[in-house]
């Protein structure tokens, strides 16, 4: 993990197969108090939300002090970025204060320009394209539950988002099959698609993307779903609603997985929309495992960015 010291986390492509599967390690150890004692002593993270968050927030937060350091929110209402400041001189001005900034942000644009120009560590914690510290927490859940990633089945049914793109790289990094099932229209981006083809490719796994949620959720080992309007498109939700008739998670459509499947959200859920109450609230559901695993999934990646 020496490698990632002073690196940004901006997207799971950067990463390789031994990065990503050496810092589930660490996230695992930490988990189990195995971990190193206080290694961001002295360190302040600077964290910038440009949406709405609970988890990715407090988990930050809380992780930052766990490993002795000092996290700092800082809301985009408040930063004179929200007055139209540059990303350029916010990063270079921020440097000189911080050890590492966390943002959440609009367009992934923003924040690798943010990183470009920050002399400090950059971690995203979400943007229109990615979600890639919520897909490190879902491995180290699947890690958890089912003992191995390797060979496993995962299917996403909804909306081809951001987090459904770090789903589809993570997979197939780690060599999980994984299929992916929206209505018409909302498919993942073609260009991830065609990214995450390749690192399964190299790992020996499969990346399927259909319209049909029962061909995507055929022996699945792991079924995940998401809201169907994320934020920023609150506009579309009628609409949205609508097109992903057909696309709920619940018992009907699980009856295709294997039979001991495990259920992943990122949370905030809609019960009733995405999924149905029976499914988040059964005794398939981890999402709770889930949310708690952010922490510890995000306090290994910020002792291997920001320790000494
Ligand atoms: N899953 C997730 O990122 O949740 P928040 O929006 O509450 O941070
Ligand atoms: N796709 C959702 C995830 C929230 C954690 C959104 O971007 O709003």
Not at 44 to 64: A, H, N, W, Y
Not at 164 to 192: F, T
Not at 265 to 291: M, N, Q, T, W, Y
């Amino acid at each position: 993990l020496s490698a990632l010291k002073g690196k940004d986390f901006l997207k799971l492509a950067d990463f390789s197969t031994e990065e990503i599967l050496a810092l589930l390690e660490l996230a695992a150890d930490m988990k189990a108090g195995k971990g190193p004692v206080k290694p961001l002593a002295g360190k302040t993270l600077g964290m910038i939300f440009q949406k709405s968050s609970t988890r990715t927030r407090v988990s930050f937060e809380v992780g930052m002090l766990q490993l002795g350091g000092h996290p700092l929110f800082l809301s985009n209402n408040d930063l004179q970025l929200g007055r139209g400041e540059t990303i350029y001189d916010t990063a270079k001005v921020l440097s000189r204060y911080l050890d590492g900034i966390m943002i959440r942000a609009h367009g992934h644009e923003q924040v690798e320009e943010l990183a470009e120009h920050a002399d400090i560590p950059v971690i995203n914690g979400l943007t229109d394209s990615y979600h890639p510290c919520q897909m490190m927490a879902d491995m180290l859940t699947i890690q958890e539950h089912k003992g191995k990633l390797k060979g496993l089945k995962i299917a996403y049914i909804g909306d081809g988002n951001n987090v459904a793109h770090s789903i589809l790289i993570g997979s197939a990094k780690v060599g999980m099959d994984v299929a992916i099932a929206s209505p018409v229209g909302y498919e993942p981006d073609a260009d991830i698609v065609a990214q995450a083809e390749g690192f399964a490719n190299e790992q020996g796994s499969t990346v399927v993307i259909t319209n049909d949620p029962v061909e995507a959720v055929k022996d699945a080992d792991v079924i995940y779903t998401d809201v169907w309007a994320s934020m920023g498109q609150e506009a579309e939700q009628d609409e949205r609603v609508q097109k992903f008739t057909g696309f709920q998670v619940n018992e009907e459509l699980c009856s295709h997985a294997k039979s001991d499947f495990i259920f992943l959200h990122c949370l905030p859920a809609h019960r009733g929309e995405e999924v149905s109450a029976e499914i988040i609230d059964g005794k398939h559901s981890v999402i709770f495992d889930e949310a708690e695993n952010r922490m510890h999934a995000q306090k290994a990646i910020l002792v291997a960015c920001m320790a000494d």
